[in-house]
């Protein structure tokens, strides 16, 4: 969510979400990363990847644990959806 709204500039919504499937169990104890990247923009959503990895608290191997595509849409006060903001580098080419 928080890639969601930085890239929009303001709130995003989640409205949808591929299936997501524990691939491994987390354990009391791991460590938990989770990564997210920008995979599409439209007019008013936006695609973002997630993955999240576990790490044994006493090792240095990682392994996937689950991963998802969230579709956000940008929604302005009232919650109407508004056109997703430009970033700098995409107003300056």
């Not at 997501?20 to 439209?42: N, T």
């Not at 695609?47 to 689950?66: G, L, P, Q």
């Not at 997703?84 to 995409?90: D, F, G, L, R």
């Amino acid at each position: 969510g928080l890639i969601a709204a930085r890239h929009s500039r303001g709130r995003a919504v989640t409205v949808a979400m591929d299936g997501m499937q524990f691939h491994l169990p987390v354990k009391v104890g791991d460590e938990v990363s989770v990564y997210g990247r920008l995979e599409r923009e439209g007019r008013t959503s936006m695609s973002i990847a997630v993955e999240a990895w576990r790490r044994n608290r006493h090792a240095d191997e990682e392994f996937k644990v689950t991963e998802a595509i969230f579709t956000f849409v940008a929604v302005d006060a009232t919650g109407k959806p508004r056109a997703v903001a430009s970033s700098p580098s995409k107003q300056e080419s």
